[in-house]
């Protein structure tokens, strides 16, 4: 049985680790998965579990992906990361 603040826990570990992309397009993307998939509201606590199980695996491969894509950080920044002076 999967508690509450475990799944708030996992939420924000998988934020985190998506803002450590050195991409603006993969930071976003991430951020907007992450918070649809945890949106889902779901009672049932089968599912709930297995949502979480789901969630952990995806962790992994998300601290992965980040780790593979710092080792080539873009030469240019993107237009949304540009400040206006």
């Known amino acids: 049985m999967v508690s509450r603040s475990e799944v708030l826990s996992l939420c924000r570990a998988m934020l985190r680790a998506g803002r450590q992309y050195p991409h603006y397009n993969l930071r976003e993307y991430t951020k907007r998965r992450t918070l649809d998939g945890f949106r889902m509201n779901n009672t049932d606590q089968s599912k709930?579990?297995?949502?979480?199980?789901?969630?952990?695996?995806?962790?992994?491969?998300?601290?992965?992906?980040?780790?593979?894509?710092?080792?080539?950080?873009?030469?240019?920044?993107?237009?949304?990361?540009?400040?206006?002076?």
């Open 48 to 85: 709930v579990n297995e949502a979480y199980a789901e969630a952990k695996a995806q962790l992994v491969v998300l601290e992965r992906s980040v780790k593979f894509h710092s080792l080539y950080p873009p030469k240019t920044k993107n237009i949304m990361e540009v400040k206006l002076q």
